[in-house]
């Protein structure tokens, strides 16, 4: 059996399975067939091109930046990459958005001092219940760690940043103490954050560990 072949009978049994679990008769669209059906597509374009092997490996990394919206050589900071962002321009700076990457930002300040960001750099885990999400705050702390410089190449995995947070003051709204407890970089290593905040009258600011332990023993002994 040729891989090709192996490929087909492996999407095969898998729109079977899709199809049972959602009820979806043969005659009719499935959105999970279509998918498997996609990809089977591509599979056999890399096997009409005669990948095998190392080959195909390079092949496939090229494919999954593609996919993920990240660039296959490195970004440089020359003007024609860069289209002014005019809804955020505000008395302090001006904002552009990269040409080759969507998610890429650079701030250029009245100074002339410059900052890159990265939107799809960091991502948030909660530790307790492991879901994932955004947030810009978080995102400024690991580049003030981690600042972006050019040219730039993006990591394809991103920094993952494990935190927790909780209500003090139900008058905060949804929380008010955020913990910032460690997180894992593009390579895979752990490196201790302990960084700790409250919110304030102009957002939230950082605080001591001893004050964070002492918020979350009030908020425990009230539950």
């Not at 969507?102 to 991502?123: A, H, I, M, P, Q």
Request: aromatic letters at 10%.
């Amino acid at each position: 059996m040729s891989m090709t072949e192996w490929a087909e009978n492996e999407i095969k049994h898998a729109c079977e399975r899709e199809r049972r679990a959602s009820g979806t008769p043969e005659s009719e669209w499935d959105y999970g067939c279509a998918c498997y059906e996609s990809a089977l597509k591509a599979f056999k374009s890399l096997m009409e091109d005669g990948h095998s092997g190392m080959s195909i490996g390079f092949t496939k990394n090229i494919l999954v930046r593609l996919i993920d919206g990240k660039p296959l050589t490195p970004i440089e900071d020359i003007e024609e990459i860069w289209n002014e962002c005019h809804g955020l321009r505000d008395d302090v700076k001006s904002t552009y958005q990269c040409k080759r990457m969507s998610s890429l930002f650079k701030d250029v300040y009245e100074d002339g001092s410059v900052k890159y960001r990265d939107n799809g750099r960091v991502v948030c885990i909660d530790v307790g219940s492991g879901a994932a999400c955004s947030s810009g705050f978080i995102r400024n702390v690991i580049d003030e760690m981690y600042p972006i410089t050019m040219p730039y190449m993006p990591a394809t995995a991103p920094y993952k940043v494990y935190m927790e947070d909780s209500l003090y003051d139900e008058n905060n709204g949804d929380f008010d103490t955020m913990g910032l407890l460690y997180l894992i970089n593009p390579d895979g290593e752990r490196v201790e954050l302990n960084k700790f905040y409250k919110e304030a009258a102009h957002g939230l600011v950082e605080i001591s560990k001893e004050e964070y332990e002492r918020r979350k023993a009030v908020m425990n002994n009230g539950m």
